[in-house]
């Protein structure tokens, strides 16, 4: 079991810049690929970013490039996404996702075992 503890979220302007952590439990989070997602108020969630266990590679929707940013500390037990130039419609709760080492394609909510609580980041215009 690896449990997923989210934070960093709140209320920013837009063009501001948040920094959400999620914190996972155990002591294999280097075998796991990290996902965020997001889901605003009556749609569904949709992929932000992912990082791949085994060589890093990252991933990011189209609307994100540029502005967003995930990494990982595997000493910590932490993957990070950094986000700048924020825009209201990037307001959602987010929440971090793993995979046991993640040989699909890491844009899907499906393949995903465990979920954070979420946080909600709201950017207001």
């Known amino acids: 079991q690896v449990q997923l503890v989210e934070s960093g979220g709140g209320l920013v302007q837009a063009g501001g810049s948040l920094r959400l952590s999620c914190v996972a439990s155990?002591?294999?989070?280097?075998?796991?690929?990290m996902g965020w997602f997001r889901q605003a108020p009556g749609k569904e969630r949709e992929f932000v970013a992912a990082?791949?266990?085994?060589?890093?590679?990252?991933y990011y929707r189209d609307s994100v490039k540029g502005r967003f940013t995930i990494s990982r500390d595997n000493a910590k037990n932490t993957v990070y996404l950094q986000m700048n130039s924020l825009k209201p419609e990037d307001t959602a709760v987010y929440y971090c996702a793993a995979v046991a080492f993640g040989t699909s394609p890491l844009n899907e909510v499906r393949i995903y075992d465990y979920w954070g609580q979420g946080t909600q980041v709201t950017v207001s215009s």
């Open positions: 155990g002591r294999t989070f280097s075998r796991y690929s």
């Open positions: 990082i791949r266990w085994s060589g890093g590679n990252t």
